[in-house]
């Protein structure tokens, strides 16, 4: 398997302009998550989906932010309009269960974010 | 709620010392732990787990952490450092049945020739 594919790899933007990153995560993993990660904050989760329906949108940091699912092998996050404090590095992972249940995540590279 | 402070954001050792990393936990119920490695420009890979069986955990690249609930603690060790050890590694948690992991900010190693 290729792993979680993430594209695309870097992004540079101007401040107001939409933004759309991409996963694709491991064939029958049924769990994809979305996490941000910066200097300040650390790793963030984001959203996370089971079988394409969204779990838990808390982390989310507001209503420029949505993510989707619509299948299970493919998901976006996009962001509309962009802000220069939304640069950070946004990583995929997927996993065959949850966490909890011993279930390993697997992380995709990442997609660096520059807003101007 | 759930979270893992690991102490010091850089730590340097020289090549062929031990390795210690710390990471202390703060859970209501038992935990399960994790060490992640983030390589340069990559995701980050798992590098072993605890999920409540041995307290010694060995993982890859000669990586082992031991869980101390006295202590609350899950420090990371390798005994002979490595120049290919350098990166990032993050401490998470979680318990059982929890769907997320929660991920200490991250401490960066750098091995010196």
Redo the contacts between chains.
């Keep these: 398997d290729a792993g ?1 594919i993430q594209s695309p790899r870097h992004e540079v933007t101007e401040m107001g302009q939409e933004v759309t990153l991409r996963c694709k995560p491991i064939s029958g993993h049924d ?1 994809l998550f979305w996490y941000r990660q910066t200097m300040m904050r ?2 963030e ?1 984001l959203i ?1 989906f089971n079988n394409n329906v969204p ?2 949108d808390s982390g989310m940091p507001e209503d420029r932010f949505s993510a989707k699912m619509p299948n299970a092998s493919f998901s976006t996050l996009k962001i509309q309009p962009s802000e220069p404090r939304d640069s950070a590095v946004y ?1 995929c ?1 997927s996993s065959k269960g ?5 279930n ?2 697997f ?4 997609t660096r974010l520059t807003v101007l | 709620a759930q979270s893992v402070t690991q102490l010091g954001s850089h730590v340097s050792v020289s090549e062929g010392a031990l390795v210690l990393l710390r990471c202390n936990y703060s859970s209501s119920v038992p935990p399960y732990l994790f060490w992640y490695v983030q390589y340069p420009n990559q995701g980050l890979q798992l590098l072993l787990k605890y999920t409540s069986a041995a307290t010694l955990v060995k993982g890859i690249n000669g990586f082992e952490a031991e869980f101390k609930k006295s202590e609350t603690s899950f420090h990371l060790t390798k005994p002979s450092a490595h120049m290919s050890d350098a990166a990032e590694y993050f401490c998470a948690v979680t318990s059982f049945g929890n769907e997320k992991l929660t991920f200490g900010t991250g401490t960066r190693l750098t091995i010196i020739p």
């Design positions: 979680v769990y650390g790793l989760l996370y779990i838990d990583f992972a949850l966490a909890g249940y011993d390993e995540q992380f995709g590279p990442g």
